[in-house]
C-alpha cells in the first residue's frame, strides 16, 4: 500500500492491544475517573465491543457521568459554541512559518507566477 493505510492500521491495532491490557499505565497528565472511563469504553479492540456500537450506545454516552454538564440538544441545533476557534489563518499571509507551502500556493494559484531554475537543469527536458 502505498498511502501509508498499512501502517496506520498496524499503528493503531498496536495501541488498542496496548491499551486493552489491564496493566497499561495511563500518563499521569490523563484525567481519572470518569474520563478516563469513557475512553476505556471507546477504545475497545474489538469494535463491536466499544460503547457506540453496542445496542443503547448513544444513550450509554450521553449518560456518562464525564458528560454531565454537557448540552446535547445545543450540540445536535448547531447552535453549541466551540471550546476553542484557532486563529484565523490566512494560507497567503507571510507571517506563518511555513513559507514552503505559502510559495508552493502562490505558484499552482497565480497564473502569473514564474518559475525560478535552481540552476541544477533538472528541468531540460520540460
Known sequence: ??????????????????????????????????????????????????????????ERIRENPWFKDFCWPELQSGKMEAPYQPPSWDPLSTSTNDNFFVSDLVAATDPEAIYISDGTGWDADF
Open 1 to 58: 500500500n502505498t498511502r501509508g493505510e498499512a501502517f496506520y492500521w498496524l499503528f493503531t491495532e498496536k495501541v488498542l492491544m496496548t491499551l486493552s491490557q489491564p496493566d497499561h499505565i495511563w500518563p499521569s497528565r490523563m484525567p481519572g475517573g470518569h474520563a478516563r472511563d469513557f475512553l476505556k469504553a471507546l477504545l475497545v479492540y474489538d469494535p463491536s465491543r466499544r460503547v457506540p456500537m453496542m445496542p443503547g450506545g448513544m
